[in-house]
């Protein structure tokens, strides 16, 4: 069973930095190819993707975080992070950690919700300005 638990939020002024860490456990052969992802939702919006990468290393961005996050993983520990600098207080929300088996990795709709099958508890980001 695959299971994906979120951490690393908590509260920062504008301008600052914190790191998301999700650590992934249960995954099969069926995930030897896969994309991952971080999510947010803020209070009365839509969850929105974040930032993708998959089993090939190629990684994906929303406008609004591009130059300012970074998607890494290590695979030896299973860990997808997210490195956020320079947050914003439009960054405010609940960060959750997602990811799916795909052959074409993330190739094809990286940021997309409904193309995800596993999703984490979440992890709440606050700046304040």
């Known amino acids: 069973q695959v299971q994906l638990v979120e951490s690393g939020g908590g509260s920062v ?3 600052g930095s914190l790191r998301l860490s ?6 099969t052969s069926t995930y030897s190819r896969y994309c991952m ?3 947010r939702q803020a209070p009365g919006k839509e969850r929105e993707g974040v930032a993708a990468v998959d089993s090939d290393g190629r990684t994906s961005y929303t ?3 591009k130059g300012r996050f970074t998607i890494s993983q290590d695979n030896a520990k299973r860990t997808l992070y997210l490195q956020m600098n ?4 439009e960054d405010t929300a ?3 950690c997602a990811a799916r088996p795909d052959w ?3 190739v094809y709709d990286p940021l997309a919700q409904n193309r995800y ?3 984490g508890q979440g992890t709440q980001v606050t700046v304040s300005s």
């Open 22 to 27: 999700c650590a992934a456990s249960g995954f």
């Open 94 to 96: 609940m960060y959750y």
């Open 13 to 15: 002024e504008s301008g």
């Open 117 to 119: 099958n596993h999703w």
């Open 63 to 65: 406008g609004s975080v």
């Open 37 to 39: 992802g971080w999510f």
């Open 104 to 106: 074409w990795g993330c």
């Open 86 to 89: 320079s947050l914003k207080p």
